[in-house]
């Protein structure tokens, strides 16, 4: 990666931090654990100039492959999938959360044909294990997921849990990097990146969970 690359990366952090895309403080999750940081990247479509700043960033992972299509996840990466594609000139598909009760009951819109590849774009990845249930749409209509490409790493063993699997993942920043900008940067004092650590070791170790022969067989065969 070039210097200039590492400059526009860290420039993405520090303003993401600015509009409390990233922010601290003491947050209940999901799982019910009590979390001393916060990412919501649904608030990106209120900031143009960061959606588009983070269009750019993952293109220069995306272009790497090849690819006929450009799947954004509902909901917080569908606005970043179609600013890719708006700005990149390339055609868009998205997963539906559920099949319509009417007209054609599609999963997945848009136009697209057998065996085209698709690059599936998403916000965060944290085991990785969510990932699977989106591939299925996708793949059920006779497409390749060709690479994956998520924005924020949670640290929590996402991006090889998909490589075991047979899908190619890559990822723009991780929570790690996140915390190290911030703290260089003197967004963040010592005792915030400390508890930030400690709290992301403690996650990490709880949702240590793998695909198995049971749940996941090989790439384009779930369970």
């Given at each position: 990666?070039?210097?200039?690359?590492?400059?526009?990366?860290?420039?993405?952090?520090?303003?993401?931090?600015?509009?409390?895309?990233?922010?601290?403080?003491?947050?209940?999750?999901?799982s019910g654990l009590l979390s001393p940081y916060y990412?919501?990247?649904?608030?990106?479509?209120?900031?143009?100039?960061?959606?588009?700043?983070?269009?750019d960033v993952m293109w220069e992972k995306i272009r790497l492959k090849p690819f006929d299509l450009i799947a954004g996840i509902p909901y917080a990466a569908l606005p970043i999938a179609t600013a890719i594609s708006l700005r990149y000139n390339r055609p868009?598909?998205?997963?539906?959360?559920?099949?319509?009760?009417?007209?054609?009951?599609?999963?997945?819109?848009?136009?697209?044909?057998?065996?085209?590849?698709?690059?599936v774009v998403d916000d965060v990845i944290s085991d990785g294990m969510s990932k699977f249930e989106t591939f299925k749409p996708i793949e059920k209509e006779g497409l390749v997921v060709s690479q994956v490409v998520v924005l924020l790493d949670r640290g929590q063993g996402?991006?090889?849990?998909?490589q075991d699997a047979g899908y190619h993942c890559s990822t723009i920043t991780s929570m790690d990097e996140v915390l190290e900008v911030?703290?260089?940067?003197?967004?963040?004092?010592?005792?915030?990146?400390?508890?930030?650590?400690?709290?992301?070791?403690q996650s990490s170790k709880a949702s240590e969970i793998k695909p198995t022969k049971s749940s996941v067989n090989q790439k384009g065969k779930t369970k």
């Amino acid at each position: 990666m070039s210097l200039s690359d590492l400059k526009t990366k860290e420039q993405l952090i520090l303003e993401l931090h600015e509009v409390h895309i990233v922010d601290f403080g003491q947050f209940t999750l999901k799982s019910g654990l009590l979390s001393p940081y916060y990412i919501d990247l649904r608030l990106l479509v209120t900031f143009p100039h960061l959606l588009e700043l983070v269009a750019d960033v993952m293109w220069e992972k995306i272009r790497l492959k090849p690819f006929d299509l450009i799947a954004g996840i509902p909901y917080a990466a569908l606005p970043i999938a179609t600013a890719i594609s708006l700005r990149y000139n390339r055609p868009l598909i998205f997963t539906r959360k559920e099949a319509k009760n009417y007209g054609k009951g599609k999963m997945i819109e848009g136009i697209y044909h057998k065996g085209q590849h698709v690059v599936v774009v998403d916000d965060v990845i944290s085991d990785g294990m969510s990932k699977f249930e989106t591939f299925k749409p996708i793949e059920k209509e006779g497409l390749v997921v060709s690479q994956v490409v998520v924005l924020l790493d949670r640290g929590q063993g996402g991006p090889k849990t998909l490589q075991d699997a047979g899908y190619h993942c890559s990822t723009i920043t991780s929570m790690d990097e996140v915390l190290e900008v911030l703290y260089k940067n003197g967004r963040i004092s010592r005792e915030q990146l400390m508890d930030c650590q400690i709290f992301m070791a403690q996650s990490s170790k709880a949702s240590e969970i793998k695909p198995t022969k049971s749940s996941v067989n090989q790439k384009g065969k779930t369970k």
